[in-house]
Every structure is written in C-alpha cells, then in structure tokens.
C-alpha cells in the first residue's frame, strides 16, 4: 500500500532529523525536571513546560503528535507531585 | 542494550518475587485504598476536585451519567480485557463513574492555564488513580467523539483496577522473571487500541495505537489482552522474539515514544515470517491511522549525505512519463519550496535522470531529488538553504551578511559546460562555506549565553561578576566537554561551573540571595580563599560554606526571635505580619507566605490539604514551631527535624479542618505547641473551646 509506505518513509525521514532529536532531549528533560522540581516551583515550571509544547504544537505540529503523550504524561507527573495521586491526563 | 542493564539492579529474586505476587494480588482484588464513589457522593466527589484544583466547581456543574447510559461502554471495555472466570464477578460489582464537567475546570484539573487554552493546548479527559472517577470534558462530550472518549477513560480505569499504571513483567536473557516500569505509551497504546478496536476508528495517540497494532498482527489480539489485564507480558514477549529475534520485544517496549517503538518493532519483523505485512497494511485500523495528519511536510536530509555517493557522469537521457514528473513534483515540492518553479524542462529531466541512477544506492526517490539537485543545479540548492537559514536560523544565529552571501553565490554560479563532478564540489565547498559560519556562530551564541547566566545571576544578587572574557573561556571549557549541549543544558552546567571556579563570588551571592528572602546567614567563612581556581577544591569550599548557610538559614527560620539574637543574626522584620507568622514554622511555607498569602488557620489546612502529607511538631527548647513536610520522611529528617508520630497527620489527603484542629490540640496538650504559637495562628479560641469541651 503507497499510503502506509510513504508514511513509514516519511516517518523515519522525521524520526532522523535534528529538530526531532533536539525536541526528544528536551522533552526528555522535562519529564526528568517534573520529577525533580521543588513542589514550589511546581507553578512557574509547568507554565514554561506548557508554553513550550504550545509552540511545538504551533510551529511544528508534526511534532507535537509524537511527543503529545509525553506531554500528558509530565502533567500527570506533576498532578502527582502536588496531590499524591497518579493520574492519566487524555 | 542498556535497557535492560538499568533495570538489572531491581530484579533480585525476592523483590521480583513480591512484585509477581502484587500483580497475582491486584488481579484479583482492588487494592486496599482504591475509592468506589457512587451517584449519591456529589459532595464528597465536589470536594475531591476542588482539592485537586478545580477550586471553584460546584454541584451543579457536574453531570454524573447515569450507569446505564454507560453500560454499553462499559461492557465492551471490559470485553478488551481478559480474565480468570472468578475475576468476572469482581469486575462486574465496581463500576467506573462516568462525570462530564465543563472544559475549563477540566483544563485546569490538568494543569492548563487560560493562556495556555488559548494558544490551542486542550485536553479531553482524566482519570485520576485510586477511585472510579472518569472525568470528560464537556466539549469532546458534545462532539461526535463522545462514545470514544467514554470508552477511553473507562479503559483507563480498568487499567489501573486490574494492573496498575507502573509495571509490567517480562523474562530476562537467562530466562529469569523480572519487572520493568511501564511506559506511559504503552498504557496510552494498549487502551486506544482496544477503543479503536472495538469501534474501528484511531482518534487518539496514533503513533502508540500504531505500535500496538503491529504487536497485534504479530502475536495476536488475545494475548494483548491477557497480558493488558495482568501486566505479564512474558508470553508476548516470547512471540515476537521468536519472530524478530531475541531482545527485539525488550527494545520495542523500552522505546521513548510511541513512535520510535513503531519503526522498532516494524524494521525487526519486517520480511520475517511470522509477519504479514499485507494483512498488516490492510488492516482498517492502519486505514484509519493513515488518514489522520501525515508527518513531516518537508524532508530533513543531512548535509554530508550529498556528498557521500559516487559521482555519476552527466546525462541527457530523460524520462517523460507523467507519474515520473508528478513524483518529480511532489520531491521538488518537498526539497526546494521556494524555488521549484525556477526549474527549467532541462534542469527536470536532469534531475530525473541523476535521481534514479542514485535511487540505486538510496531506494527513496525523495532522498535520490535531494543528492541529484544540487550535482544539476548546485546554485539553486544553495538558494534554498540560504532561504532555509533566514526562516530557521536567522532569529537565533542573525542572518547572513551581504559578503557572506555573495561569497556563497559566486562559488556556485553556472557556467557553461560544467560537468555533474564539478558542480558538486562546487556546491559542497559552498556548504563548507555555510557550516563554517553556522558552527562559529553556534559557538558564539553559546558562549554568550553562558556569559549571560553568570552575569545575570550575579547582578540579581548583587555581586560583582567576572570580567566576560573569563566567562566565555569558562564556557569553552564547558562546550569541550561536550559539543552538544543544548541551551538550557548550558545554563545549568554553566551556574555549577560558575560555582565550582568562584565559590567565593557564588557564595555571597547566595548570601545575598537568602538575605533578601529574610534569611540571614549565621557565618559565612570565607577563608581567604578568593583565589581558588580549582573547579575541585572550588566545589569543596562551595559546599562548605552552603552547609553553613543553609544550617543558618533555618536556625533563623524555626528559631525563635530571641534565639535569633542570640546567635547574633538579624531576626525577621515584625513589620511584616506575614513574615512575622512564617518565623513559627518552616521554610516551605515560608516561601509560599512570600507571594503575598495571609497566613490563617484556613489557610494551613488548605495547604495541608493541597500539597503536604505530614505535620511535623517540634520544640527545640523553649520555643515551639511547626513545620510542614511533603509526605515521606526524608525531607524532614534531611533537615533535622524530628518526627514525633504522636501528632503527625494520616497521610490522608482529605483531612478536614476538624482533624486539623484535634491534632494541634493535641499537639498543645502534649506540650509540643505553645498558645503563643497558637495564638500567633490565629486558632488560639478554636483550640481553647476543644480544651474546655474535653
């Protein structure tokens, strides 16, 4: 099937590329700073964490789709973090 | 692989022992604190989400759906889940709770503010561990993704009543069981995929549904579900390494996204046996993956990659056909935006021909237009990255200078009769041109910024910083070490350097720092040391003198005024009521008063209740404090407090200001609280009324 192929081409062409690697690091961090950031800093840290997947989903929507997820997994770190309750943000 | 390695060190035979019996536990009861509401609880459900941050729901915003609305959802999501006949029972006597609330509280449950959702961050549901709630915003609820997002939440609970979020159990290379933490993807993958099964449409979390769905077409959708229930994986496992060899299902499942584990499991299997990749591809389910969003608008080809293939001599052989121009099109499209009307017949039909001589050696004729373009018209190509450099690079790098681009036109102007060889050495001296200044003003931009953070810092706290030629052979230093530090990498690794190569500077700036928060050092020792240059030494000196600092810090903080003078530091200025109140008790919620909170019996417990586990009591010898901790020990402990179990609160997130009360008078009874401090809290009458009432 062309559609499948040209989506598996197209998918690894992305999976190579510098903007996707630069965003898996930082998106890496993120999650390592939900974990880590004090309690207090909750706050200011998850406004520049949303800002920045905000203007990933902007400027690079292609993206943003893969590391969606992740996104919604370091939110529901910190809701973790502030509540003591796990959670599953969709 | 370092997967597994990492995770060696948690599979000794016991733990993994308790860890089997924990998943064999929870398969067949929920756990001890999971909380089952029922329609009836709209109050307690109202308090519960005001506690986790939607402080203003009330009643008659929530839309509880009635359990037969949900039944059918309900059944066919536990029908993605495999289970033991007596487990059947179980599952059918608890029952997820099913709430709409309006988008905005939703949003704000899940940590997104007004400016967030207003440049376009959404979210659709939540399902927070430990109790049966499904949380679905109204807005999704409203629109045609109503039945799917229902069933996706209901999955999610399901998920966390049977196995838990957290881990899954597979087999090592010996054989032996052992237990890795769960990937977020894969719960999101598993519980998408058996929605999206169930209803034969993706809506969420394509790539991870993706990567699931190829796990189906190797092992089989039966033993995707077993193992979703029970969070042993081993048999999945066992299949597809039978298939792709063994390790691949350790690396497919250890992948950061879901994305990644797609290509992974898909590059293991592909062309084995056991894999039907036509059955695969016409799968309805990858239909409907296919016609959400493609990927990537524009390829990214690497620079070097243009000039590692052999050179092929010029030809003027072209090929017409119309599918040929057309794939010609969509590449030129692709590589060169901008330019692909400034393509001649000609210059097409070149490309065409340099394009399929190169697909032998690439096999992606996208990538074949990217080499053959520059070796037919390196001018052109080196249009694009300079038109690709002032829409990327320039707000970060500048833009290029007038020399700079005429230098890079002249070394690749067309002159006539010029062979294929010769323009691509002309093109790859004139991207030699381009990494030169990209590398050197990457460089630049680096160095500044480490100049930036150092000085910034130390102007924020009013010390003097070093001249800015020591800063940027300070940030050399760093950017030998590794060439690929990203920005924010750099500013921590810069602020640490910082510290180590001037403990003294850094220190006074945290000094100064403290101070301005109220809290004033004890002894500073600086030793004369100012001229310590040894990141090693630097580092010890640091640490030295921030364990004096910090030690200082809270004999101020949790000391009394009059210890405060005693120990010949400034106390905390009276003035400032707040202040004064946060002299009782510790730094956490000090730092919390400094945002302006008036600090009222109310407020502690909605501290308690928002963010604290432990309330910890302490008289250091004639003056009593309270400190507030997160839940655990090892922030208390770590900062010498002693934990007197007497009084210290239930970790129970839903204490009321009743228990509050009852556990300060307690406190006060056992002679850990004075009424002074009581009264400096402002609940004094509170407890003094539960006095005489006992």
Known sequence: MVGLDRFNRNLETLLTSNDYLSAKVKVRNLKDQAQKTSVFSIGSFTTDMNSYFSSLKKNRPDLYEIFEQAHREIIGILIRRKTGTGAVVD | MIFPLIFQLATQADQTAADIADFRARFNVPPPNFRFYDQNDLRSIVQYLRRRGASDISASEIRILPAQAVAASRLAVRGSFTLPHDSVRLLDSVQPLVLVIPQRHLNRLNQLSDQDTQLGMTTRGLHLSNNNLCLLGADDYASSARVHLERHEIGHFYDDLLSGDSRLLITDIYGADYVIPKRSWVTEGLNEWGTARALNEVRYYKYETLAITLLEHLVGAASIRSARTTGDFREVQGLVDRIGGVGLFEQFIGSENGAEAYLTLRRGVLGRSGFNSVAFENDPLVASLLTMNQPLARPLVPHRSRFEYTDVAQESESIETESAQHALDEALGSYAPSLRNQFTPSDRSRILTQANREMTQLGDFVLAVAVALPKIRPDLAIEQEILDWSSEDAPLLGPLSASELSRLRDLVRLTPNVTVSQNNARYEQAMEV?????????????????????????????????????????????????????????????????????????????????????????????????????????????????????????????????????????????????????????????????????????NLIVYYQRDLRAIVVERPSDHASVAFFEEGNQISEARGFRNLPLIRGQSNPAITSDEMLDLLTNAYRLGFISDLALRRLQIWDNISVRLGRN
């Open chain 2, 434 to 602: 381009v990494l030169n200044i990209r590398t050197r003003r990457t460089e630049d931009l680096r160095l500044t910024h480490v100049s930036n953070v150092i000085s910034g810092y130390c102007n924020q706290n009013q010390v003097e910083p070093p001249p800015q030629a020591e800063l940027r052979s300070l940030g050399r230093r760093l950017l030998e070490r590794d060439h690929n530090l990203t920005l924010d990498e750099l500013t921590d690794l810069s602020l640490e350097e910082f510290r180590f190569t001037y403990p003294v500077l850094a220190i006074t700036a945290e000094s100064n720092r403290f101070a301005r928060n109220g809290i004033f050092a004890t002894t500073v020792i600086l030793d004369g040391e100012e001229l310590v240059r040894d990141p090693r030494r630097g580092r010890q000196i640091y640490e030295r003198e921030m364990a004096h600092l910090t030690g200082g810090a809270r004999s101020v903080i949790c000391g009394s005024r009059e210890s405060a003078q005693l120990n010949n530091v400034n106390p905390i200025p009276s003035s400032n009521a707040p202040l004064y109140c946060a002299e009782l008790i510790g730094s956490s919620i000090y730092a919390r008063l400094l945002g302006g909170d008036v600090l009222t019996a109310q």
